[in-house]
């Protein structure tokens, strides 16, 4: 035990020097990027699988994913979305998939048609490979993961460690981003989404995989924390990431934090024993006085701004008429672009294009269910009743995965404020698919690669 618990602060603390070297020296990144796919493909190919060593790699891919893109270090901007495919994929040739995972077949098929029309029907100035991929890659990368995943068996050990893998490359961004901006009150002038403080990329992207740090942290402290050392430093690390989380301006990954920990309290609280539901009580009053703590230096350090952010007022404490950043009018034109081809839908890739001749509003969607409905018309809906009913029927013979609620709300918020522009959202939704039990089924103990 405290072999592994050397083991474990040493690699935190390499993350925490990756994040300086890669300060430091910028073309770091590239090769830290580029030494992620090559070191986990040799890692499976040596350990044929035998333990879903996938599930670490993957994790840890997306967990690098938006740190790689605010740093440079991706050649290819969705690549954290085909190398989750790739691992998942020869993962498989391993060890193979579920029979019953064939629902996920009928929800790449329902898909199929609206590729087809976007092919056709994109204009002649669009790069049609790469606006159908953008637009259908992250769905790609779901169907994947879900058929790797589809009643897989796993322990509660072994989500502990994916949970650890996807939480270290997260240390190196929320250490990297305290380097790009050590001084919040020097940058923020006003409520909107603020790049400076966001490492200079998209603060949606940032704020979105912040969030899921801070829900990783959370379950860390609160469930996986051996020693009080180890408590402390996941106490530290998550209030970092929930300081730099908010300090974003961008709302949506916060909230989802959030949620996601309420579902995990209420999981949690429902199946304990009388004294471990005291014990979360205790835990869940200390999270909101930690909480509290949080937002109030956080409104100290943005000069009162970030209050007005959550409360939807502008600089100068102003109600602003949108709530959502604009983002209720890209959604209303793919409403009206269903309602106009409700059967077929317009094509994949096709509602940006439809949308700057409605409007003249170019914008890609931010909404994945109403990108569906749009593109893919009726057979949008029922690909996406597949994806929001099969976890929870699934959860009825499953309720040992006591995260598997907590990763559903995180896929099913994050889609609607983010999409699917980064692989998480499918990555997480296809953990809810996992069988856990809390001590492996064979008694023969296997200790986690990470």
């Known amino acids: 035990m405290k072999s592994n618990?050397?083991?474990?602060?040493?690699?935190?603390?390499?993350?925490?020097?990756?994040?300086?070297?890669?300060?430091?020296?910028?073309?770091?990144?590239?090769?830290?990027?580029?030494?992620?796919?090559?070191?986990?493909?040799?890692?499976i190919l040596n350990s044929k699988n035998k333990n879903n060593e996938v599930l670490l790699i993957a994790s840890y891919v997306?967990?690098?994913?938006?740190?790689?893109?605010m740093t440079g270090g991706n050649v290819v901007h969705e690549l954290a979305k085909y190398e989750v495919i790739f691992f998942f994929i020869l993962g498989m040739l391993y060890s193979g998939v579920s029979k019953n995972a064939i629902i996920y077949l009928f929800f790449i098929i329902l898909l199929l048609p609206g590729i087809y029309i976007g092919a056709n029907a994109l204009g002649y100035e669009v790069d049609v490979r790469k606006a159908i991929l953008f637009n259908i890659l992250g769905e790609v990368a779901l169907f994947v993961s879900a058929l790797y995943c589809f009643n897989r068996k796993?322990?509660?050990?072994?989500i502990e460690y994916i949970i650890k893998a996807?939480?270290?490359?997260?240390?190196?961004?929320?250490?990297?981003?305290?380097l790009y901006t050590p001084s919040i009150r020097d940058v923020v002038t006003g409520t909107q989404s603020n790049f400076a403080t966001s490492g200079g990329f998209g603060p949606n992207q940032v704020s979105t995989i912040l969030g899921l740090g801070m829900f990783c942290f959370f379950a860390l402290l609160i469930m996986f924390s051996k020693s009080?050392?180890?408590f402390f430093i996941h106490l530290a690390l998550l209030l970092m990431t929930s300081f730099r989380g908010i300090v974003t301006f961008s709302r949506g990954g916060v909230l989802t934090a959030i949620a996601m920990m309420v579902v995990l309290i209420f999981i949690l609280y429902?199946?304990?024993n009388t004294k471990a539901k005291n014990l979360i009580i205790v835990l869940t009053i200390s999270s909101l006085i930690i909480g509290g703590f949080v937002w109030t230096y956080s409104v100290l350090q943005t000069g009162g701004m970030i209050e007005?952010?959550?409360?939807?007022?502008?600089?100068?404490?102003?109600?602003?008429?949108?709530k959502l950043g604009g983002r209720e009018e890209i959604a209303n034109t793919e409403l009206i672009m269903f309602l106009e081809n409700p059967v077929w839908g317009i094509g994949v890739g096709k509602n940006k294009e439809y949308r700057e001749q409605m409007t003249g509003i170019e914008a890609a969607s931010h909404n994945e269910i109403t990108r569906l409905l749009a593109e893919h018309g009726v057979f949008g809906i029922l690909a996406f009743l597949i994806l929001l009913l099969t976890p929870l029927i699934f959860y009825l013979n499953n309720k040992q995965h006591i995260f598997l609620l907590s990763f559903f709300v995180f896929w099913l918020?994050?889609?609607?404020h983010a999409a699917m522009r980064i692989a998480a959202p499918a990555f997480i939704y296809a953990l809810t698919l996992l069988k856990v039990s809390f001590t492996d089924e064979n008694s023969i103990h296997r200790e986690p690669t990470l």
């Open 166 to 178: 996807l939480a270290l490359p997260l240390v190196s961004m929320v250490v990297y981003l305290f």
């Open 5 to 43: 618990q050397r083991s474990y602060l040493l690699i935190l603390g390499l993350h925490v020097l990756l994040a300086f070297l890669i300060y430091a020296v910028p073309f770091l990144s590239k090769i830290y990027g580029f030494l992620i796919p090559l070191l986990g493909t040799i890692l």
């Open 62 to 69: 997306v967990g690098t994913e938006v740190f790689l893109r």
């Open 308 to 322: 007005n952010r959550y409360a939807n007022k502008d600089a100068r404490g102003r109600e602003k008429t949108d």
């Open 154 to 158: 796993v322990t509660l050990v072994q």
């Open 228 to 230: 009080k050392l180890v």
């Open 413 to 416: 918020l994050t889609i609607n």
């Open 270 to 272: 429902w199946f304990a």
